[in-house]
Nanobody, 117 residues
C-alpha cells in the first residue's frame, strides 16, 4: 500500500505563487512516476503535470510556462511550483503516483488552492 500526503495549498492573490509538496510512503521500492491533477468545483479531475523517474515531464497546456514539476527521488517527494496564478487555477490539487508504468495509480487526499483577490 502507498500513502500520499500533500501540503502547501492555500489562498493567494492573482499573479502570486505557491509551491505544493507531496510525499509518498509505504511499500515502495521504486517509483515510476509522480504527478498532479486538479478538480475545480463542478468539474472533472484534470491532468496538470507529471514527472517520471527518468526525468521526463509533461504539462497541461493551461499551465505550461507557469507551473514547474520537480522530484526528490531520495525523499519520494514531488513538488509543483505554481507561478502567475490565475483565478481559473482555483481547485483541489491531487497528487498521484505509479510504482510501475502500468501499475495502480495512487491518489492523495488533495489540497485546496484558491486564487482570489
Amino acid at each position: 500500500q502507498v500513502q500520499l500526503v500533500e501540503s502547501g495549498g492555500g489562498l493567494v492573490q492573482p499573479g502570486g505563487s505557491l509551491t505544493l509538496s507531496c510525499a509518498a510512503s509505504g511499500s515502495i521500492s521504486r517509483i515510476y512516476s509522480m504527478g498532479w491533477h486538479r478538480q475545480a468545483p463542478g468539474k472533472q479531475r484534470d491532468f496538470v503535470a507529471r514527472m517520471t523517474s527518468g526525468g521526463f515531464t509533461n504539462y497541461a497546456d493551461s499551465v505550461k510556462g507557469r507551473f514547474t514539476i520537480s522530484r526528490d527521488n531520495a525523499k519520494n517527494t514531488v513538488y509543483l511550483q505554481m507561478n502567475s496564478l490565475e483565478p481559473s487555477d482555483t481547485a483541489v490539487y491531487y497528487c498521484n503516483t505509479r510504482l510501475t508504468a502500468s501499475g495502480t495509480l495512487y491518489w492523495g487526499q488533495g489540497t485546496q488552492v484558491t486564487v482570489s483577490s
